[in-house]
């Protein structure tokens, strides 16, 4: 079965850091575009930041500079590093990895990022 799952978050204080992580079973991982989204609460989900399966990178502006997406296909991991937290940040973070020949994709269960002082 395939599965992801998400770890990393927390409480993080304004300016602070966090690496979220997002581990693939049972997929060929590193073939997948995989996709960070977002939802702050009571807020539709947005999409954060992406990485193709060539490595190529993309972030929604509101985090360019501050976000950076990566991947270590031997370990079936992609990262998420997020510096200078602001408060609108706070959401429950999401991983989705999709292909071609499935893109609509899956999607990991969430971890909660909370940045507040």
């Known amino acids: 079965q395939v599965q992801l799952v998400e770890s990393g978050g927390g409480l993080v204080q304004p300016g602070g850091s966090l690496r979220l992580s997002c581990s693939a079973s049972?997929?060929?991982?590193?073939?997948?575009?995989v996709s960070w989204y977002r939802q702050p609460p009571g807020k539709q989900r947005e999409l954060v930041a992406a990485i193709t399966s060539g490595g190529t990178t993309n972030y929604v502006d509101s985090v360019k500079g501050r976000f950076t997406i990566s991947r270590d296909n031997a370990k079936n991991t992609v990262y998420l590093q997020m510096n200078s937290l602001k408060s609108e940040d706070t959401a429950v973070y999401y991983c989705?990895?999709?292909?071609?020949?499935?893109?609509?994709?899956?999607w990991g269960q969430g971890t909660q990022v909370t940045v507040s002082s």
């Open positions: 049972g997929i060929i991982f590193r073939v997948y575009v």
């Open positions: 989705k990895a999709a292909s071609l020949g499935n893109s609509a994709g899956y």
